[in-house]
């Protein structure tokens, strides 16, 4: 196994009196994609939204630990988490602003000011994200105006301004057609040598074409982490096995 990134030990997520995840041990290896698959409303966004806190703000409670890089992110200022952890949604949502105002954002937020070091940035990370020449003669036109699949390429792109190690994505392909989808996925096997990805996808072909790792949950527990072959092909637990064959028929 190579160098884990992020792990969690006993993490609890609870919604009031609700237990939604429990008791989850997990471990994310770096610089590698890990997809989480389960059924509808087992838990997956919870526990995604849960590794840079974001749940707080969906009214969660989380107990238990998170280690990213051997740091409890207890510990961490959260502006700080947020940006070594960025999070990606289902539909994109670009500011109500240009493309580059967009790009540059975050970075003029954290106090960049250098006009060549802003164009750098804007640049280089519409490079990562595969919509540089798309739209390089239309940085000033409002990201409102680009298409979903390229607001879901620019919204990636934004995240990676910060400098994240680590970006969580959430069903990034639901509202996309196939060709935006290879897109996306194109990429995040790019990106994948800089960054550790967690995608939470319920399409297993998906998973299958670019997963590393693959954890299977239900009902709020992680029943069984393995390569995608160990998990389409030769899932241990009798859990995974019952959701393979139900997905495939
Ligand atoms: N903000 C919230 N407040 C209360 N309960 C919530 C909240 N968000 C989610 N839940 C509940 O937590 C459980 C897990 O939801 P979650 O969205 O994490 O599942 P999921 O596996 O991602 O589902 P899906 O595949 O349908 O998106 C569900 O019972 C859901 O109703």
């Given at each position: 196994?190579?160098e884990?990134?992020l ?32 059924p509808?409303g087992c ?10 806190k ?7 409670q ?7 890089d051997?740091k ?7 502006e ?9 949604f289902?539909?994109p ?6 493309i580059?105002k ?6 003029i ?5 250098n006009?060549?070091r ?5 640049v280089?990370?519409?490079?990562k994200?595969?919509l540089?020449e ?7 036109m ?35 057609d196939i ?8 990429m ?7 960054y550790?990805?967690?995608i939470?996808?319920?399409?297993l072909a ?15 527990t992680?029943?069984?982490t393995?390569?995608p ?21």
């Open positions: 196994m190579s884990i990134i792990n969690t030990e006993g993490l609890c997520v609870n919604y009031g009196k609700n237990n939604i995840l429990k008791n989850i041990d997990a471990s994310f290896e770096k610089n590698k994609i890990t997809a989480i698959i389960g509808s838990g997956k966004s919870t526990f995604l939204k849960s590794l840079n974001t749940v707080e703000e969906y009214g969660g989380i107990s238990g630990s998170i280690i990213l051997n409890n992110i207890n510990d961490m200022p959260l700080r988490l947020r940006n070594s952890i960025g999070m990606v289902q539909s949502v670009v500011f109500p602003f240009s580059y967009n790009m540059t954002y975050a970075p937020y954290y106090g960049e000011k006009k060549d802003l164009n750098n940035i804007v280089d990370n519409l490079k994200a595969n540089y798309e739209v390089k003669d239309d940085l000033n409002p990201a409102s105006r680009l298409s979903g699949g390229q607001q879901q390429r620019l919204v990636i792109a934004r995240c990676l301004t910060v400098n994240p190690e680590i970006i969580l994505l959430d069903e990034p392909c639901s509202a996309l060709k935006n989808t290879s897109y996306i996925e194109k995040l096997l790019e990106l994948k040598n800089e550790s990805i967690i939470v996808t319920h399409n998906q998973a299958k074409r670019i997963a590393d790792c693959v954890m299977y949950m239900e009902e709020g992680l029943v069984e393995g390569s072959d160990e998990i389409f092909n030769n899932p241990v637990d009798a859990r995974t096995k019952e959701y393979i064959m139900y997905m495939n028929n």
